[in-house]
């Protein structure tokens, strides 16, 4: 039988994991793919002037035996590194839009794009369906009191409570962690590497934690920040860290735990009672806006537009939630970026 080919010379790849280099290892090298720059420093890579070039593997020289000798090369670049390993997020997600078939497509490229590996794109409760959650006299209440105008928005402000408090209970019963993702919310460069960096590190500091808010309003005072390791930093170059908030609100992007899914969902059930009884007791017959209490102060609220966010903050402050925030935040709603 004719005598096996000889074997191909050692690739750049395959010297790379050699620390001296045998005699006769650099003669048949082809160019370009061959290079011999990390053998190049037999006094040490601070006695070279071009340590940063690339040069070409040549025969041995006799500076010293084994050593690859190196020829400057122009134009010589190394081979592209490999691209980094996409980020993934395992946790389900479940974005929320009272237009599912529209936005479906707006969601699937999304979590290409952010590593939502298992995005659920589900109706959020709009007016019509609001009488399966929300207790028929406290409808009744308000249907018979407000004005369209303030009805509109006291539906509005129902409905978001419903949908969250849907989404509670599935992660109760699922006993699963899981996100929430208003339609609205804008997802950050850092939104996978900054969530992966913040749940692993609180899964591991913290067992018992109920929420952790991937955006937040209102509250932006944060303390007892640790700084958390990930390979990507936030925006605008800050580290990322893990943060208790003082009161956070919004509730456009946040993961709840199994545990945290179960308690919160008891302590908001009660919530549409406690909203109608404030908007109930502001309403003055013949008010123009029947229902919603005037403006005192230039950055008061009125009754009819307190969500129940501002109930998930005072849960926090009295200590019966156990939250977190990423800082800086991963999730956006359109009124928090500036104009460009």
Not at 73 to 82: D, F, I, R, V
Not at 161 to 190: C, G, K, Y
Not at 219 to 245: D, F, H, M, Y
Request: aromatic content about 8%; glycine content about 8%; hydrophobic content about 35%.
């Amino acid at each position: 039988p004719p005598p096996p080919p000889p074997p191909p010379p050692p690739s750049c790849s395959e010297l790379a994991g050699r620390t001296v280099l045998t005699e006769g290892a650099c003669k048949d090298v082809r160019y370009p793919e061959n290079n011999c720059s990390s053998f190049y420093y037999f006094n040490g890579r601070w006695a070279d002037p071009d340590k940063d070039k690339w040069r070409l593997c040549v025969a041995p020289s006799d500076l010293e035996k084994d050593v690859c000798e190196g020829i400057l090369l122009t134009g010589c670049w190394p081979p592209p590194p490999p691209p980094p390993k996409a980020c993934q997020l395992a946790i389900p997600a479940r974005a929320q839009t009272l237009d599912p078939g529209g936005r479906r497509e707006h969601w699937r490229l999304l979590a290409e794009q952010h590593g939502l590996r298992s995005l659920v794109v589900e109706r959020a409760v709009g007016p019509a369906e609001l009488w399966q959650y929300v207790p028929a006299g406290v409808l009744h209440s308000l249907n018979a009191t407000l004005v369209p105008k303030a009805l509109k928005q006291a539906h509005k402000m129902l409905g978001i409570w419903a949908t969250n408090l849907r989404f509670l209970a599935s992660v109760a019963a699922s006993n699963a962690t899981a996100i929430f993702i208003e339609d609205d919310a804008s997802l950050q460069p850092s939104f996978c590497a900054g969530t992966t960096a913040a749940l692993r590190h609180l899964r591991s500091s913290s067992p018992s934690w109920t929420l952790l808010f991937l955006g937040h309003c209102g509250g932006t005072r944060v303390r007892n920040c640790t700084r958390i390791p990930s390979p990507q930093r936030g925006e605008e170059g800050r580290a990322r860290c893990l943060c208790r908030g003082g009161s956070p609100m919004c509730t456009h992007a946040y993961i709840a735990s199994a545990f945290g899914a179960s308690r919160l969902h008891g302590l908001l059930a009660e919530w549409p009672r406690s909203y109608a009884e404030a908007i109930l007791r502001t309403a003055r017959p013949g008010w123009e806006t029947a229902g919603v209490a005037p403006k005192r102060r230039r950055h008061s609220k009125r009754p009819v537009d307190i969500a129940h966010d501002v109930r998930v903050a005072q849960l926090i402050c009295a200590g019966k939630v156990d939250a977190h925030v990423v800082w800086p935040q991963v999730a956006l709603q359109p009124w928090m970026i500036a104009p460009k």
